[in-house]
């Protein structure tokens, strides 16, 4: 991943023996690379600006049915060719490479510290140049030994370019004196021009988006130029990339506009219409067509839904009918040895495997066996008493 784009910038170096036109010219291959997909990102977001009325129609129609609403408008792009990943192409691929330059610009000036300085100490002490151990220099990496950039890095402690050690950032710069930290600070500054520049040609053509407000576009128009200023940490190398980046991103914007905005019936234009028709129909409607509106709306339209519904404690309860117990005797019906008959369980031993019910709980406490013993002979006693005598039959 990190050898080959390496590779080419340790040929680039050959070529011009500079560090900075080397690092000027892998980032025109990189751009070269991206340009393609850019280009198809902005022509499929303008053909689906190009579709934003019919889209609203059908949000509008569909607004209670999100399946049906998402059958319609695949049917919608695939009647026109449209497809609604395009714009996310470059995301995904500037992303991988921006971390790679990141990690090769960073690489070429590695100077081993940390868990890997014992490792740079042996290679330094086994190749005999025990004297280099205490300062080791660079020792480039994702390089080939044999090149010409490993060979022009390795063991140095400078990477000297135009007068700019491009291996040092403006913080380090700072710290060793202001005077001399004056020209990469300059170079951090011009980079937040270039950038303040290519995000204001971007937000001139985002104004027609029904999608962004004039607030969000003002945030993409001043976010980059924050971003820059933590160029201040970063190598100087770094900032040259990024600055010879933006130079060629302005161009390419450049070409843009003139391509896709350049007559009435160019694709721009038309979507510029469309989105215009769009926000007059959401206006028609009283809404908003901005996109953290239209979220807020499906948010609130999705809340009201689950609110409307009942809840399962509101929903009326199926009754069972219950089933009639049997009437208790009345003390008249009971007869004299039933009266007496006491009404506790006849099993006094607790049960197994269950806790006995402490003093403090809920219900009668368990009698014990001797209580039970005795409650039983008190009842047979009281059972006999009761009982009349029976008379002997007359012979």
């Not at 234009?269 to 067509?289: P, T």
């Not at 839904?305 to 199926?318: G, Q, Y």
């Not at 005797?329 to 369980?345: C, G, I």
Request: glycine share 6%; proline share 7%; aromatic share 8%.
């Amino acid at each position: 991943m990190f050898e080959i784009p390496a590779a080419l910038l340790s040929w680039f170096y050959g070529l011009t023996n500079s560090y900075m036109v080397a690092i000027a010219m892998i980032a025109a291959v990189v751009m070269a690379i991206t340009t393609p997909l850019t280009l198809k990102s902005t022509k499929g977001m303008l053909e689906m600006q190009r579709l934003a009325p019919e889209m609203r129609k059908l949000q509008n129609e569909y607004r209670n049915d999100r399946t049906k609403l998402n059958e319609e408008m695949m049917k919608l792009y695939q009647e026109h060719k449209v497809n609604p990943m395009a714009s996310c192409l470059p995301l995904l691929a500037q992303a991988p490479v921006f971390y790679i330059m990141f990690r090769i610009l960073r690489g070429v000036a590695y100077i081993p510290s940390g868990s890997a300085r014992p490792v740079s100490d042996a290679v330094w002490s086994a190749v005999g140049n025990a004297e280099e151990v205490a300062d080791p220099g660079f020792i480039p990496r994702y390089l080939s030994t044999d090149s010409a950039l490993y060979q022009s890095l390795f063991g140095k402690h400078e990477m000297v370019s135009l007068g700019l050690d491009l291996s040092k950032s403006a913080a380090v710069q700072v710290a060793n004196g202001f005077a001399g930290a004056i020209p990469y600070i300059l170079l951090v500054i011009l980079l937040g021009g270039l950038y303040f520049v290519q995000q204001r040609m971007v937000a001139a053509r985002a104004s027609i988006s029904p999608t962004m407000s004039a607030g969000q576009a003002k945030l993409m128009q001043y976010l980059p130029v924050f971003f820059a200023v933590f160029q201040i940490f970063f190598l100087a190398a770094l900032v040259v990339y990024y600055i010879f980046q933006t130079l060629l991103r302005i161009a390419q914007q450049a070409y843009i506009t003139r391509a896709f905005y350049g007559h009435d019936e160019s694709l721009g234009r038309q979507a510029q219409r469309a989105g215009e028709a769009a926000r007059e129909e959401a206006k028609k409607n009283g809404e908003s067509g901005g996109l953290f509106s239209q979220a807020k709306r499906e948010l609130g339209g999705a809340s009201s839904k689950s609110a409307s519904k009942p809840s399962p404690d509101e929903t009326p309860s199926k009754r069972t009918p219950s089933k009639k117990t049997p009437s208790k005797k009345t003390e008249s019906s009971k007869t004299p040895s039933e009266a007496a008959k006491p009404t506790s369980s006849k099993r006094v031993t607790p049960p197994k495997n269950r806790p006995t019910p402490s003093a403090g709980a809920k219900g009668r406490p368990t009698p014990t066996r001797q209580q039970a013993q005795a409650e039983k002979a008190k009842a047979t006693k009281a059972a006999k008493a009761t009982r009349p005598k029976s008379t002997k039959k007359s012979t």
